[in-house]
């Protein structure tokens, strides 16, 4: 059953037009990964999707409802959460009072902070820390943890990688390996191809705010996914 | 000299409890409330009315406070949301012309006549408590200070530790992403400047209660209170506290000094203040103080 599906997504930012007609959509753990050059339009889909930036035209629905109407807060109520370029956590409070802060869907599940402390040993111990002092790896594992009280039933993260070490990588993948296990829809934005074609159930390209190529992360190469985020579509089946 | 330093808090302490309204609309929402002297004198009038009507001060102050809550409400949907969506100068300029409509809607309707809420709190007003050493400590003074410590406290408690507070807090750190994790963003800060426009009801009753106003008296406590705010400066509002109080101490120095000196002293502290947070001024000053530590 598809939780979350976008169609015929277009955004601009003024005059500029970032995102063109976009189709996605995602059952229920799944991963789709969506790779794409800087200025492909990728972050700006993620922002229409969550509500953050309005889109001119096309249509969200989640779980079958149609939340295109919706602002940002509500959208997150209906259980579509956003990990942000960057992670923005609200640098100037706790661990603990990030992760009580993405309660605020107020939707029944399992998440609480001991449950997130349960599954992360780690951040456990950084429970009185400010967030803004954390590293990259620990600031990632909070906003995930984030997104997870709030009960989603579909996570989109921006730049999963950016700025991270190897290993705080590594650390976050598995957690979103859990996550889907869980029965969770992702929809990950990575600069990783190598990253992306390891992980990925489906994986959708974009250049210059189009698609320019659709795949089954086992039915491609890397090579493929490079010439497509530069805008050549000859021989893909987009 | 006890009684100076004495009474010196506890101004303080009137002072403090002046300008916490004024500071957490700041802190949260980053708008400095221009019209924040202008509500107090509202409130005052509110107070007045209800006192008028034989209505105990306590209900007053709780009728009044659910008023002010409402009009922050409103006074966030209708002005502040847009004007503050619209830059840093936008909030001054709507909060100023507020300041000029509410005082001039006051005069218009309450003339210009004096009043005090004293006479509700019968002998209140100028018993003291002695101290020893001959010292005498007005009692209505020390309430007030009480109360303003309470409220500072309670403000901090609700931001520290309940749902509420965390969300002001996000709301006003990262407005964008709150709304991401599912808040109410505009309702939020609504509630927020609810909360500010409530703390001026007790300003209103500290300002009623220890001498008089008129329409026209709201630049005045909104000076006092942009003096403290800039002196204690933003982040906890305990600094409210520690403004409240330096800029006391300043006035009475002034006073002690000279007969007109009262108002001079506190306008000195408040300029040493700001040339004190000027980066420029600081990096100059920085190495006379680390010269200063090391001789």
Known sequence: ?238 | MTGLILNSVLLGGYYAILAVGLAFMYSVMKIINLAHGALIIFAAYGLHLLGAMDVPLYLSIALVGALMFGLGMGLHAAILSRASSGGALLPLLATFGLSILIDNLLFQVFGADNRSLAPLVGDLSWASFELPGNVFVGQLSLYILLAAIVIIAALEAVMRFTTLGRRIQATSQDRATASLLGINTARTAAIATGIALTTGVFAAAALGLRSAWAPYSGAAQLLFAFEVVVIGGVGSLWRVLVGAMVLAIAQSIGAAIHPQGFLIGGHLAFLMAVFFRLPTWRAAFAPIARKGVSA
Request: hydrophobic content about 45%.
């Open chain 1, 1 to 238: 059953m598809t939780v979350l599906s976008a169609q015929n997504m277009s955004a601009a930012h003024g005059q500029l037009s970032a995102v063109q007609d976009v189709d996605l959509s995602l059952v229920a753990g799944e991963m789709l990964f969506v790779v794409g050059a800087n200025g492909a339009g990728k972050t700006t889909l993620l922002r229409s999707i969550s509500g953050d930036h309005r889109q001119s035209q096309g249509t969200v629905t989640l779980s079958g409802v149609d939340i295109s109407c919706h602002p940002a807060h509500l959208r997150a109520r209906s259980g579509l959460a956003l990990v942000p370029e960057g992670r923005r956590l609200f640098a100037d409070l706790t661990v603990r009072e990030n992760l009580l802060l993405g309660a605020s869907t107020a939707r029944s599940g399992p998440w609480s902070v001991d449950a997130i402390y349960d599954r992360s040993p780690n951040l456990a111990k950084l429970d009185q820390s400010l967030a803004g002092k954390l590293s990259g790896g620990e600031q990632q594992a909070v906003a995930i943890g984030r997104a997870l009280m709030g009960n989603p039933v579909a996570i989109m993260l921006d730049e999963v990688s950016l700025g991270l070490s190897p290993a705080a990588v590594e650390l976050a993948y598995a957690t979103l390996a859990r996550v889907r296990d869980m029965g969770i829809a992702l929809l990950v934005v990575e600069q990783d191809l190598n990253r992306a074609l390891a992980t990925a159930d489906q994986l959708v390209v974009m250049c210059e705010g189009r698609v320019t190529l659709r795949a089954i992360a086992s039915e491609t190469d890397a090579a493929q996914l490079a010439a497509a985020s530069f805008g050549q579509t000859e021989g893909a089946a987009a």
